[in-house]
């Protein structure tokens, strides 16, 4: 059984838990006074909301399955920073990896549905899944780049980093895993997020009638 292959009830029961699994974290957070934990706990919890303001913004319908798969994706990351991250080896490759899922799974989305809309452009579907892992592997490299300036910056500031690079070995491990994840959205992600397709072509539509 996969997130998708539950009701959209379920779906959006276990997303609201996860939200408070973040806010709990956040509390933590305050409570220790961790900068990092707050910070990131409150970023993720915003990111949590987004779906629903777009469907509610822009009328793209990104589903319960969708919301769940985001809703995860950060909360893993949140849980991390109270520790999880140095106390079990593998959870910074998970976190990537699901992260990267999600990151793909926009990249593919949106270019589909521009695909789909205009004759403009046309992406055959091996250029579209190596095209998928690029945009992944540059909003990877991006990230880390933001760690390191970050660490500089709070470093010469002399407060807590927000983000945290342990080493040059790890950006590439972190880098290895973000592939991984575009690889599972290309091989096996595709057909979940027809519907979320479907609605962005469905917008773009309305928006060229007007």
Do not use: C
Request: hydrophobic share 55%; proline share 2%.
């Amino acid at each position: 059984m996969t997130l998708f292959s539950l009701s959209a009830r379920r779906q959006r029961r276990l997303s609201r838990g996860l939200q408070l699994v973040i806010g709990a974290a956040l509390v933590v957070g305050l409570l220790q006074r961790n900068l990092s934990v707050v910070a990131n706990a409150a970023i993720a919890l915003s990111v949590t909301f987004l779906p629903a303001l777009l469907e509610r913004d822009t009328d793209i319908n990104l589903g319960a399955g969708v919301t769940l798969w985001v809703t995860l994706a950060v909360s893993l990351h949140s849980l991390g920073m109270l520790g999880l991250y140095t106390a079990i080896p593998w959870w910074d490759n998970l976190t990537h990896t699901l992260s990267a899922t999600v990151v793909a799974g926009v990249g593919y989305a949106t270019t589909r549905a521009l695909d789909e809309h205009t004759r403009a452009v046309f992406f055959p579907p091996r250029f579209l899944s190596v095209f998928i892992l690029v945009v992944t592997l540059a909003f990877g490299v991006f990230w880390e780049v933001l760690e390191f300036s970050m660490r500089v910056v709070t470093d010469l500031l002399g407060i807590q980093a927000v983000l945290i690079q342990y080493s040059l070995e790890d950006t590439l491990m972190d880098l290895v895993f973000d592939a991984v994840g575009a690889v599972l959205v290309a091989l096996f992600g595709t057909q979940r997020l027809s519907a979320t397709v479907e609605s962005l072509v469905g917008r773009l539509e309305r928006r060229r009638g007007r």
